[in-house]
Every structure is written in C-alpha cells, then in structure tokens.
C-alpha cells in the first residue's frame, strides 16, 4: 500500500497540532511533513509525542516564503496540502493586522504558487465562518455573501476566495472549509475557553465583553480534524464546506458553565469594555456537509467537560504560555480592561 504525505502548515497550532495526532492515530501508513513558523502561538511541544518517529517531519519557515515551500515540495513531493497557517485572534488583528494580511492572504498565494507549479492532488484552505460576518438569525449557506467584520476575518476571506479563483483560473484540485469556533486540548490560552478556564484556575478575573451575549456555535476540535479528512477524501473540488458544532451558545452560558464545572464562584465575572466592531453572532447551515455524510460525534456537554479538565491535568503546557510576551502583549493593549494578574 502506498504512503500518502501530507504538507500541513500551521500544524504546530492548536488545530493543525490536533489534525497531525488524528492522521497517526487514523492511518498505520502515513507521512507528514509540517511546515510553520512558529509564531507566539506555534508550539513544538504540541507534537512531542512524535519528536522521534520518522514519518513526522517538522520544518521551521514561512508560508510566505516560496524558497523553503518549493524546496518542500521538491523533495518531499506532498499528495495533499491542508493550510492551517494563519493569524488567528480577531483581538490582535484590531491591534495591528500587518501579519494578517501577510500570512492569511500572501502566504496562501505562495502556496497556491508552488502547488500551480509542481501539482498535487488536493489542497485544502482552512477557512472560517467568520467570512461571512454576524447574523441576527438564521444560519449562513456557503452560497451566503461573505461580508467580514474585522481585519482578520477580511484576510481570511482574501485567502478563501484566492483559493477558489485558482480552481476557477487554473483548475487546481483546492476545496476550502469554513468551520465554527473550534475548542479543545492545545489550544493558546488567549482565546474565550482556554484564557478563561487557565484564568479560573488562578482565581483570576474573566473578562467578558460588552453584554456577554454575543453568541458562537461550538465545535470540538477532534470532529473538526474528521471533517477536514473527510473533505479531503469525499469533497468535490473547487466547492466550501461549512463545518458546523451545532452548539450555538451566549458567551456568558459558557463563562457560567466554565465556573460551575470548575466549581468557581460567578464573582470572577467581569464584565470589560465590548470588542470593537464585535460580532454579534455566528452561525453555520453545515447541510452540504451532512448529506455527504459527516455528522458531528461529540456531545458539547461532555467535549467541554473533558476539555476544562485538559487543561486542569496539563498546567505545565499553559503557563509558560500566560508569561512573558503574553503579558506584555495584554499590558499594551488593555492598559485598564483585561486584569490577568
Ligand atoms: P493558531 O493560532 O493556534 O495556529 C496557527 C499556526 O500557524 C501556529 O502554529 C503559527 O505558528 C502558524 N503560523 C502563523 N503564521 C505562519 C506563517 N506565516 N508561516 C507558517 N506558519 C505560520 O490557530 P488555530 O486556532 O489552530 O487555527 C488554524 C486555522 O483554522 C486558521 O487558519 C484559522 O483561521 C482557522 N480556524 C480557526 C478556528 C478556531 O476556532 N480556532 C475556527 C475556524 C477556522
Ligand atoms: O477575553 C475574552 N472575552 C470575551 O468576551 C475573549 C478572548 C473573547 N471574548 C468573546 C469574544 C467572542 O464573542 O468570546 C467570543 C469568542 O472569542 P474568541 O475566542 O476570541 O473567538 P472569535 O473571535 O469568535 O474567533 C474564533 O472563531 C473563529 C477564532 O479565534 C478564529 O480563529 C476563528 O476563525
């Protein structure tokens, strides 16, 4: 049987890490070769588990730099490529979004570039359902307009529809996802569940925005990586898949529901200055994806269990993350909101 490679990029971040565990736990015979820059939220440690074995190939570069992508697909000859390579925290793209357009919208060029060049069989744009900005009711078809609302979102759809225009230009093999907000183990601890569960943890406040009411659909990461994988092998090329968590909860249930499970006072709430041009509400029709057959598997109430006591059992790998360039980066930018210390 031959070995299939898969180039992930990004795939020392929280889903991508995820991702590369959920291909050697699914496949006896598989080859990944990781490429990501390791940017604040890139981890090694994430995949220490597979510092050693040799069908596990990790390379620290740039999407954006098309010498180390050619030299990649040169020697190692990819079958597939997922991107997962991104700035990813809406909070830091209001601060400075220079990096969001590089990576979210440049990087994908050069990769689309290279795959233009030496061809593969599917590449696969890790998208986002913040494209398409909020909705007051309803859910968003991949047929909806995409209508971003803050820089990273609008990189992020600058990538997707590059993405598209080199199916519809060049015919490469790409199909691009759009998924909820994802949780789970490794995720960096500055987005909603991770800061607030580490931030509990500490009898730390938990700063919630605004009303608290803004609503997301919950996705755990584990059915997220199936989905990807089942794209990948079933997707027709050149179409969007939603990815759904089906979970669609107000920020405040969940910063309850984080309190009561870690048997934390309510008195940590509070409430801070709202995000600005702060999405009101996602949501995702995934039908598309459900008729070609995935569904997801995980329970939000026991996924959110199993995730808070992740977290509770792997302190070793979030605090060093909550010191140093963390606190710094919270230290300008909410000089008088966010307290973590
Ligand atoms: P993350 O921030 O945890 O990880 C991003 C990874 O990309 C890091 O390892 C980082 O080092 C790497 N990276 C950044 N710039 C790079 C560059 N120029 N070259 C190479 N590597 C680079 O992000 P995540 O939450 O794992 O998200 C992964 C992807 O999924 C992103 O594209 C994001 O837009 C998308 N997405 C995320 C969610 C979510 O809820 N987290 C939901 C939908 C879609
Ligand atoms: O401290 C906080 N307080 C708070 O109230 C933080 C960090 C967030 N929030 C709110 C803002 C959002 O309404 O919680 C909600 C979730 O915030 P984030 O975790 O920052 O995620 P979001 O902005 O929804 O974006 C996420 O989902 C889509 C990911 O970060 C993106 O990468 C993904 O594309």
Not at 74 to 103: C, M, Q
Not at 113 to 131: H, M, N
Not at 213 to 232: G, P, Q, S
Request: proline share 5%.
């Amino acid at each position: 049987m031959s070995r299939n490679v898969y180039l992930v990029t990004g795939g020392a971040g929280f889903i991508g890490s995820n991702y590369i565990h959920y291909l050697f736990e699914k496949y006896a015979q598989v080859k990944v070769i990781n490429l990501d820059k390791l940017t604040y939220a890139g981890n090694p440690e994430n995949l220490n588990d597979l510092k050693n074995n040799p069908d596990y190939v990790f390379i620290k570069g740039d999407i954006c730099d098309s010498t180390i992508v050619n030299r990649i697909f040169e020697e190692f000859k990819p079958d597939y490529l997922i991107n997962f390579a991104a700035e990813s925290h809406v909070d830091r793209s209001i601060g400075d979004a220079e990096d969001f357009i590089r990576t979210d919208m440049y990087g994908v060029y050069v990769l689309l570039e290279a795959t233009r060049k030496y061809g593969l069989e599917r590449f696969i744009q890790i998208s986002t359902d913040e494209v398409y900005g909020s909705i007051e009711s309803g859910s968003f078809t991949e047929e909806s307009p995409l209508k971003p609302g803050n820089p990273y979102s609008a990189s992020k759809a600058g990538g997707d529809r590059l993405t598209y225009s080199y199916f519809n230009t060049y015919q490469l093999p790409v199909i691009i996802t759009r998924a909820s907000n994802n949780y789970g183990p490794y995720q960096y601890p500055e987005k909603l569940i991770p800061l607030f569960v580490t931030n509990a943890m500490e009898d730390k406040s938990l700063p919630l925005y605004g009303d608290g009411k803004n609503v997301r659909d919950w996705l755990y990461v584990k059915d997220h990586c199936k989905a990807i994988e089942f794209v990948l092998k079933n997707g027709e090329l050149g179409e969007v898949y939603n990815i759904a968590g089906g979970s669609e909860k107000e920020n405040i249930e969940i910063t309850r529901l984080i309190l009561e499970l870690m048997d934390k006072p309510e008195s940590l709430i509070k409430p801070v200055a709202d995000r600005i041009g702060h999405d009101r509400r996602y949501s995702l029709d995934s039908s598309k994806l459900h008729q070609l057959g995935w569904q997801p598997q995980h329970s939000f109430d026991v996924a959110m269990r199993e995730t808070v006591q992740w977290y509770v059992d792997h302190q070793d790998w979030w605090k060093p993350l909550k010191s140093g360039e963390y606190l710094e980066y919270y230290k300008k930018h909410y000089p008088e909101g966010k307290s973590l210390t």
